[in-house]
C-alpha cells in the first residue's frame, strides 16, 4: 500500500491506468494540523466562518499524507451463462499510501534553483504531533523517502523565475546615490578597473578578478552591485562567475559557451520541474488533466526502457480520463477537499461560493460519505465515525464479491497504522460502497432491479443523485458544490441545518 519514492515513478505507470479503468476513487489526508493556531472556539459557527478558518489552516500547515483507493468493477465472463443470466462479477479496489514531502532534489542544479524561486513554511501543530505519534504515523517519513508535490500556481510562479528575463527592472535596480559612501566608492572603483581591462591590450589577462577591498569574501549585496554594474554599464558584454564564494571573475562572453550553458541549465531546470510536480501527476489524472507525455519524458530522462505497451496504456488512459473521470469520494471530506485544492492547484478563493464552483469544475462527481450516514440525523445523535461505521459494516454480507489487495495486517486482517491515509481511504471506500448499495435496494431506483451493481451503483442512480455534490461543513451545515457560483438568487448554494 505505501509507495515510497524508490518506487514511484515505476508505480506511476500502473496508478494512472488504474485511475482510468475505476468508476470510483475514494481520498484520505493527514495534515500537519487542522485548527488555527490560538483560534478560539466558535459557538455554532456559520459555513462561511469554517470555511474562513478552512483558509487559514490550508495556508499554515501541510499535506503530510495522501491516501488513495481505486475501485473498479470487473465482469465474470465465464459466469454468464444462458443458465445464469444475471450479470456476475467483483468490486476491485486497491488502495496506495503516499508520504507527502514538502522538500526540493536540491542535490540537482536544476533543484536547487527550483528550491531558490519557490519557497515553503513548514508547520507543525503539537496536538496534530500526539495524534500521529498515537497512531504510529512518522513524520520523518515524509522528509525521507516523501512523494514531491508542485501546485499550478507554485509551477507558474516556477516558470516566471526559472525562465523568465534575467534583466532587473527599474525598480529592482540599487539606487546608489542613496547609498552610504564606502557603497558608492566600491560602485565606482569597478566600474574604473572593468573600463582599464577592456582598454588593455589583447596580450593581458582574459578575466578580471573583483575582490572585497574591505578583505574577506564578498558579500551577496557586492555580488549583486557588480552584477548591476554589468547589466547598466556595459551593457551585459561581460560575465560574472562567483569564485569559492570569495572574489568575483569577470570574463568576455563568449556568445556560443553562453547558449550552451544557459541551455543546459534549461534542461536541468524543465527536468526538476517535471519530477517535482510527482503527485500531481495523479491529481492531474484525478480531473482529467494532462499527464501522458510528461510523465513519459521523466522515464525518458531518466533513460529507462519504456515498452511501447505502456507508453500507449498511458496516452490512453490520459484520453479516457479526458472524456470522464470517476466519481470522487470522501468521509467528511470538506477539509481533504480544501487541502487538495491549495496543495495541488493554488490557494483557496476568497468565499465559500467561490471554493464550491472552483472545485465542482474540477471535480464535478463528488460523494461525501459523512453525507450519506447522516442525512436524516439531528443534533442530538451520536456522531457517526468512519472507524465505527467500517467495523459495523466489515462483516456485513453483499449481493457481491468485494476483492482488495491489503498491505501489513495485525492477525491478518487490519493494518498496522489503523489511520494512515491509505488505509482511510479504502475504509471510506467500502464504507461507500455498502451504505449505497443499501440505498439502491430499498428505494427501488427505477435502474434495473435484477441488474448488476455495475449497472446501479451509478452517477445516474436516483440515490446517487440525492447525495450528489453535497458535502457536510462541521456541523454548520450542507454545501451544494453543484449550485455554488450560480448567478440566479434562487439557486442556494449553501443550506444551514445543524446535524
Given at each position: 500500500?505505501?509507495?515510497?519514492?524508490?518506487?514511484?515513478?515505476?508505480?506511476?505507470?500502473?496508478?494512472l491506468?488504474?485511475i482510468?479503468?475505476?468508476?470510483?476513487?475514494?481520498?484520505?489526508?493527514?495534515?500537519?494540523?487542522?485548527?488555527?493556531?490560538?483560534?478560539?472556539?466558535?459557538?455554532?459557527?456559520?459555513?462561511?466562518?469554517?470555511?474562513?478558518r478552512?483558509k487559514?489552516?490550508?495556508?499554515?500547515?501541510?499535506?503530510?499524507?495522501?491516501?488513495?483507493?481505486?475501485?473498479?468493477?470487473?465482469?465474470?465472463?465465464a459466469?454468464?451463462?444462458?443458465?445464469?443470466s444475471?450479470?456476475?462479477?467483483?468490486?476491485?479496489?486497491?488502495?496506495?499510501?503516499?508520504?507527502?514531502s514538502?522538500?526540493?532534489?536540491?542535490?540537482?542544479?536544476?533543484?536547487?534553483?527550483?528550491?531558490?524561486?519557490?519557497?515553503?513554511?513548514?508547520?507543525?501543530?503539537?496536538?496534530?504531533?500526539?495524534?500521529?505519534?498515537?497512531?504510529?504515523?512518522?513524520?520523518?517519513?515524509?522528509y525521507?523517502?516523501?512523494?514531491?508535490?508542485?501546485?499550478?500556481?507554485?509551477?507558474?510562479?516556477?516558470?516566471?523565475?526559472?525562465?523568465?528575463?534575467?534583466?532587473?527592472?527599474?525598480?529592482?535596480?540599487?539606487?546608489?546615490?542613496?547609498?552610504?559612501?564606502?557603497?558608492?566608492?566600491?560602485?565606482?572603483?569597478?566600474?574604473?578597473?572593468?573600463?582599464?581591462?577592456?582598454?588593455?591590450?589583447?596580450?593581458?589577462?582574459?578575466?578580471?578578478?573583483?575582490?572585497?577591498?574591505?578583505?574577506g569574501?564578498?558579500?551577496?549585496?557586492?555580488?549583486?552591485?557588480?552584477?548591476?554594474?554589468?547589466?547598466?554599464e556595459?551593457?551585459?558584454?561581460?560575465?560574472?562567475?562567483?569564485?569559492?564564494?570569495?572574489?568575483?571573475?569577470?570574463?568576455?562572453?563568449?556568445d556560443?559557451?553562453?547558449?550552451?550553458?544557459?541551455?543546459?541549465?534549461?534542461?536541468?531546470?524543465?527536468?526538476?520541474?517535471?519530477?517535482?510536480r510527482?503527485?500531481r501527476?495523479?491529481?492531474?489524472?484525478?480531473?482529467?488533466?494532462?499527464?501522458?507525455?510528461?510523465?513519459?519524458?521523466?522515464?525518458?530522462?531518466?533513460?529507462?526502457?519504456i515498452?511501447?505497451?505502456?507508453?500507449?496504456?498511458?496516452?490512453?488512459?490520459?484520453?479516457?480520463?479526458?472524456?470522464?473521470?470517476?466519481?470522487?469520494?470522501?468521509?467528511?471530506?470538506?477539509?481533504?477537499?480544501?487541502?487538495?485544492?491549495?496543495?495541488?492547484?493554488e490557494?483557496?478563493?476568497?468565499?465559500?461560493?467561490?471554493?464550491?464552483?472552483?472545485?465542482?469544475?474540477?471535480?464535478?462527481?463528488?460523494?461525501?460519505?459523512k453525507?450519506i450516514?447522516?442525512h436524516?440525523?439531528?443534533?442530538?445523535?451520536a456522531?457517526?465515525?468512519?472507524?465505527?461505521?467500517?467495523?459495523e459494516?466489515?462483516?456485513?454480507?453483499?449481493?457481491?464479491?468485494?476483492?482488495?489487495?491489503?498491505?501489513?495486517?495485525?492477525?491478518?486482517?487490519?493494518?498496522?497504522?489503523?489511520?494512515?491515509?491509505?488505509?482511510d481511504?479504502?475504509?471510506t471506500?467500502?464504507?461507500?460502497?455498502?451504505?449505497?448499495?443499501?440505498?439502491?435496494?430499498?428505494?427501488?431506483?427505477?435502474?434495473?432491479?435484477?441488474g448488476?451493481?455495475?449497472?446501479r451503483?451509478?452517477?445516474?442512480?436516483?440515490?446517487?443523485?440525492?447525495?450528489?455534490?453535497?458535502?457536510?461543513i462541521?456541523n454548520?451545515?450542507?454545501?451544494?458544490?453543484?449550485?455554488?457560483?450560480?448567478?440566479?438568487?434562487?439557486e442556494?448554494?449553501?443550506?444551514?441545518?445543524?446535524?
Amino acid at each position: 500500500m505505501s509507495v515510497p519514492l524508490s518506487r514511484f515513478w515505476a508505480k506511476l505507470a500502473e496508478i494512472l491506468p488504474e485511475i482510468a479503468s475505476a468508476s470510483y476513487v475514494a481520498i484520505d489526508f493527514e495534515m500537519t494540523g487542522i485548527e488555527p493556531h490560538n483560534a478560539p472556539p466558535l459557538q455554532r459557527p456559520t459555513m462561511e466562518q469554517l470555511y474562513d478558518r478552512a483558509k487559514q489552516v490550508t495556508a499554515t500547515f501541510n499535506v503530510l499524507q495522501f491516501g488513495l483507493t481505486c475501485i473498479s468493477y470487473e465482469k465474470d465472463a465465464a459466469a454468464n451463462t444462458k443458465e445464469n443470466s444475471e450479470p456476475q462479477g467483483k468490486f476491485q479496489s486497491r488502495s496506495y499510501n503516499f508520504n507527502v514531502s514538502p522538500m526540493f532534489d536540491t542535490d540537482s542544479n536544476g533543484g536547487a534553483a527550483l528550491a531558490r524561486v519557490l519557497d515553503r513554511t513548514l508547520t507543525l501543530s503539537y496536538k496534530t504531533l500526539m495524534f500521529l505519534s498515537k497512531n504510529r504515523i512518522r513524520i520523518e517519513d515524509a522528509y525521507d523517502g516523501g512523494i514531491p508535490y508542485l501546485s499550478r500556481s507554485e509551477e507558474a510562479r516556477a516558470v516566471a523565475g526559472l525562465f523568465g528575463s534575467n534583466k532587473r527592472s527599474e525598480s529592482e535596480l540599487i539606487d546608489v546615490d542613496e547609498m552610504q559612501e564606502e557603497t558608492k566608492r566600491f560602485y565606482a572603483d569597478v566600474i574604473k578597473n572593468i573600463q582599464k581591462w577592456e582598454s588593455d591590450p589583447p596580450s593581458q589577462e582574459s578575466y578580471l578578478n573583483i575582490k572585497n577591498p574591505h578583505d574577506g569574501p564578498m558579500s551577496r549585496f557586492q555580488r549583486r552591485l557588480v552584477y548591476q554594474i554589468l547589466e547598466t554599464e556595459f551593457e551585459s558584454k561581460y560575465h560574472a562567475a562567483v569564485k569559492e564564494d570569495y572574489f568575483m571573475q569577470i570574463t568576455k562572453r563568449d556568445d556560443e559557451v553562453e547558449e550552451k550553458t544557459k541551455g543546459d541549465a534549461h534542461r536541468q531546470r524543465h527536468k526538476a520541474l517535471l519530477k517535482q510536480r510527482g503527485l500531481r501527476y495523479i491529481v492531474e489524472a484525478l480531473v482529467g488533466g494532462e499527464f501522458a507525455e510528461d510523465v513519459l519524458q521523466i522515464y525518458d530522462l531518466g533513460d529507462s526502457l519504456i515498452e511501447k505497451p505502456v507508453k500507449d496504456k498511458l496516452r490512453d488512459s490520459e484520453a479516457k480520463l479526458k472524456t470522464k473521470t470517476p466519481i470522487l469520494v470522501g468521509h467528511n471530506m470538506f477539509l481533504d477537499l480544501c487541502f487538495l485544492y491549495a496543495t495541488f492547484f493554488e490557494p483557496l478563493p476568497d468565499t465559500l461560493d467561490g471554493f464550491g464552483h472552483s472545485i465542482h469544475k474540477l471535480f464535478p462527481r463528488i460523494l461525501d460519505t459523512k453525507h450519506i450516514l447522516t442525512h436524516d440525523d439531528h443534533e442530538m445523535m451520536a456522531p457517526k465515525i468512519l472507524d465505527d461505521i467500517f467495523l459495523e459494516l466489515e462483516e456485513k454480507k453483499m449481493p457481491f464479491a468485494i476483492e482488495h489487495k491489503q498491505s501489513s495486517t495485525v492477525n491478518g486482517r487490519h493494518p498496522v497504522n489503523a489511520h494512515q491515509a491509505g488505509h482511510d481511504s479504502y475504509k471510506t471506500s467500502m464504507v461507500f460502497l455498502k451504505e449505497m448499495w443499501k440505498h439502491v435496494e430499498s428505494e427501488g431506483d427505477i435502474f434495473p432491479k435484477h441488474g448488476g451493481p455495475d449497472t446501479r451503483l451509478v452517477w445516474e442512480s436516483p440515490s446517487f443523485q440525492k447525495f450528489a455534490n453535497k458535502i457536510r461543513i462541521g456541523n454548520a451545515g450542507l454545501c451544494d458544490l453543484s449550485a455554488a457560483g450560480s448567478s440566479s438568487k434562487d439557486e442556494v448554494a449553501v443550506k444551514e441545518e445543524p446535524v
